[in-house]
Antibody
Framework: QVQLQESGPGLVKPSETLSLTCIVS????????WTWIRQPPGKGLEWIAY???????DYNPSLKSRVTISLDTSKNQVSLSLTSVTAADTAVYYC?????????WGQGTLVTVSS | EIVLTQSPGTLSLSPGERATLSCRAS???????LAWYQQKPGQAPRPLIY???NRATGIPDRFSGSGSGTDFTLTISRLEPEDFAVYYC?????????FGQGTKVEIK
């Protein structure tokens, strides 16, 4: 079955760029929308962005100026870049399939922003 | 942006009891584009319901969703020990996609 596995740096310094990868196994990423969602420790869920291909991409306005989502079909992975991070960006970041409801989720990766 | 408000914040119930969770939207959710998720500590959210009332694959029939417009409900007919968790609603009627703040169902 299709599985999602996020990976990231774990710790990022303030003002730096956070880069995350979601490797999709058991199926192709082509033809599907892919989404990033985050959850600060002890808090709720926040949708970040989704994409299917460049022409089918949407961002949360609250993060749009700092976020880029992309697909690499050759590696079957989804990536997220978040620039100028602050402590408020500390969260578990989830990769999920879909752009309406999200029917498949990865286990998430914790990113802490701290000097 | 559609704001989703879930109530109550915490629901204290015993196994075997019925749980009724509410999700109210700040504006109408078109086409009943509303989903529900269950999340346990240290785990990713698990899809339960989509389209307001359709159970996701593998979800037992004690979970049911209902509602339309701005008022939606998730009902768990008889709580099993594994159902104690946090539940989130999410709308996909418009962008940005938004989630409610969650309802925690705890053991009384």
């Amino acid at each position: 079955q299709v599985q999602l596995q996020e990976s990231g740096p774990g710790l990022v310094k303030p003002s730096e760029t956070l880069s995350l990868t979601c490797i999709v196994s058991g199926g192709s990423i082509s033809g599907y929308y892919w989404t990033w969602i985050r959850q600060p420790p002890g808090k709720g869920l926040e949708w970040i962005a989704y994409t299917k291909k460049t022409a089918n991409t949407d961002y949360n306005p609250s993060l749009k100026s700092r976020v880029t989502i992309s697909l690499d079909t050759s590696k079957n992975q989804v990536s997220l870049s978040l620039t100028s991070v602050t402590a408020a960006d500390t969260a578990v970041y989830y990769c999920a399939r879909g752009h309406y409801d999200f029917n498949l989720w990865g286990q998430g990766t914790l990113v802490t922003v701290s000097s | 942006e559609i704001v989703l408000t879930q109530s109550p914040g915490t629901l204290s119930l015993s196994p075997g009891e019925r749980a009724t969770l509410s999700c109210r939207a700040s504006q109408s959710v078109s086409s009943n584009y509303l989903a529900w998720y269950q999340q346990k500590p240290g785990q990713a959210p698990r899809p339960l319901i989509y389209g307001a009332s359709n159970r996701a694959t593998g979800i037992p029939d004690r979970f049911s969703g209902s509602g339309s417009g701005t008022d939606f409900t998730l009902t768990i007919s008889r709580l099993e020990p594994e159902d104690f968790a946090v539940y989130y609603c999410q709308q996909y009627s418009s962008s940005p996609r938004t989630f409610g703040q969650g309802t925690k169902v705890e053991i009384k």
